[in-house]
C-alpha cells in the first residue's frame, strides 16, 4: 500500500506536510445498518487520547469504491475506544478514511476497506470517471466555479472556488470550507483547508499522477453541500 499523505492546512500558513510512514492505531470497522461503529487502539491495547481537529476529535469520509457516494461524518464517542455514527448505506462496497489526531503517537490515513455488497464479485474500476472541462457546478441552487493552477506533480496546485449570486459560505467546522480528494483507486487520500479565514482558496499537492475525484464542502445555513469534480493530474 502507498504512504498516504494528510494534507492539512493551517490558517496562518500555505500549507502544512504531516507525513509519517508509521502507524501505532489499529482500526477496527463493522457496521449494523444504519450504524457505523469504529474501534481505536494503540500498540499496547489501549485506547488512545484524541485531540481536536477542527472542531472534532474525529472527522469520517466515506466513499462509495465507485466515488458517486461521498459522506463527511462525525462519529460520537461511545466508550474509550468505540466512536459510533448513524450512517445508512446501500449494498455497495465502500473505503473509509478516518481522520484523527492521536495524542504522541503516529498516525497515518489508510484506506479501510467496508464490503456490504451480498455478491461476491467486489472487483471495480472506475473507467468510468470523465474529466471536468467545466469549472461551474449547480447543487440546490447554489452555483460555484473552480479556477485551478495546473493539475502538476510535485507541484502546490491553489484551488479558487468563487460562488455567483448573492451567496457566500458560512464558517464550517472551523474554516469557511473544507476539500476532500481520493484518487481513482481510492487509495490516496489529501484533505486540505483554506489558506486564510477570509477566502475560499485552497492549496493542495499531489505526488502521483491520475485521475482523482474532488469535493468542495461548504456551508450555507444549515445545509452542507458537497460540489464534485473529476480532474486529472499530470
Excluded at 473509509?96 to 464479485?121: M, R, T
Amino acid at each position: 500500500m502507498e504512504q498516504h499523505h494528510h494534507q492539512h492546512q493551517d490558517m496562518q500558513h500555505h500549507r502544512v506536510h504531516m507525513v509519517t510512514t508509521k502507524n501505532e492505531i489499529q482500526i477496527t470497522l463493522s457496521y449494523h445498518d444504519p450504524t457505523l461503529q469504529i474501534h481505536l487502539e494503540d500498540e499496547e491495547g489501549n485506547a488512545p487520547e484524541l485531540l481536536l481537529t477542527h472542531e472534532k476529535y474525529m472527522h469520517v469520509i466515506v466513499v462509495s469504491n465507485d466515488l458517486q457516494e461521498f459522506y463527511h461524518v462525525h462519529p460520537e464517542q461511545k466508550d474509550k475506544h468505540t466512536y459510533e455514527v448513524n450512517l445508512p448505506l446501500i449494498s455497495k462496497s465502500y473505503k473509509v478514511f478516518i481522520d484523527i489526531n492521536p495524542n504522541e503517537k503516529q498516525y497515518l490515513i489508510e484506506p479501510n476497506s467496508l464490503d456490504l455488497n451480498k455478491s461476491s464479485h467486489t472487483h471495480f474500476d472506475n473507467d468510468n470517471l470523465k474529466v471536468n472541462t467545466e469549472g461551474k457546478k449547480v447543487i440546490n441552487g447554489k452555483t460555484v466555479e473552480l479556477t485551478h493552477d495546473p493539475f502538476e506533480v510535485g507541484q502546490d496546485v491553489m484551488l479558487r472556488f468563487d460562488f455567483k449570486g448573492d451567496i457566500s459560505p458560512d464558517p464550517y467546522l472551523g474554516a469557511l470550507g473544507h476539500v476532500v480528494i481520493i484518487d481513482e483507486k481510492v487509495e490516496k487520500f489529501i484533505h486540505v483547508h483554506p489558506i486564510s479565514n477570509h477566502e475560499t482558496v485552497f492549496v493542495a499537492h499531489f505526488e502521483e499522477k491520475g485521475i482523482y475525484k474532488l469535493w468542495g464542502e461548504f456551508k450555507f445555513g444549515e445545509e452542507v453541500i458537497a460540489f464534485p469534480w473529476v480532474i486529472e493530474v499530470i
